[in-house]
């Protein structure tokens, strides 16, 4: 691109000084070497308009290339993206089945099942091991103590022909 410009800036300098010097050359002319002189002049910007516009629809399609290139790029990186989104997806999806299978065989809850930690079915089950002993001491320390003693009684069923009842005042 810089050699059109520097191309384009000495033909308008030289076009310039040709005007200037036309009148010296074309004096010691005849009428036949200035219509010659014509001609070629005219030739030659006609030869400069074409190289002009040949130079334009070069670099266009030289940027029409360069963005097939880039496109056929992108949908290659795009391809390569979702082949690595979709590989991870299914390691995440294996992983996930792994402790839910694992919890199933342990009898540990499902809701447990994301809690526990591996990379390995070795591993999972050893952690569904350590879960389970401590949910039991915990589920030992929570339940209730049945060692007897005065407990509430249990509330009063209350239908709604005893609440009419009682709003009545009739007991």
Do not use: C, H
């Not at 809701?111 to 390995?120: F, I, K, P, Y």
């Amino acid at each position: 691109m810089a050699d059109d410009n520097s191309t384009t800036d000495v033909t308008e300098t030289e076009s310039a000084t040709d005007t200037g010097r036309q009148d010296d050359v074309t004096a010691g002319l005849g009428e036949g070497g200035k219509k010659a002189l014509d001609a070629e002049r005219k030739a030659r910007a006609a030869a400069e308009k074409t190289a002009t516009a040949a130079q334009k629809q070069l670099d266009d399609m030289a940027k029409r290339l360069q963005a097939f290139e880039d496109r056929d790029k992108t949908e290659a990186q795009k391809l390569a993206d979702r082949v690595q989104a979709a590989e991870a997806e299914a390691a995440k999806a294996s992983s996930r089945l792994l402790r839910y299978e694992v919890a199933a065989e342990k009898r540990l809850p499902a809701g447990w099942a994301n809690r526990l930690q591996g990379s390995s079915k070795e591993e999972l089950e050893a952690d569904a091991e350590a879960l389970l002993k401590e949910l039991g001491e915990t589920r030992q320390r929570q339940s209730p103590s049945y060692d007897g003693g005065v407990r509430k009684p249990a509330p009063a069923l209350t239908d709604m022909n005893a609440l009419i009842r009682q709003k009545a005042g009739l007991g």
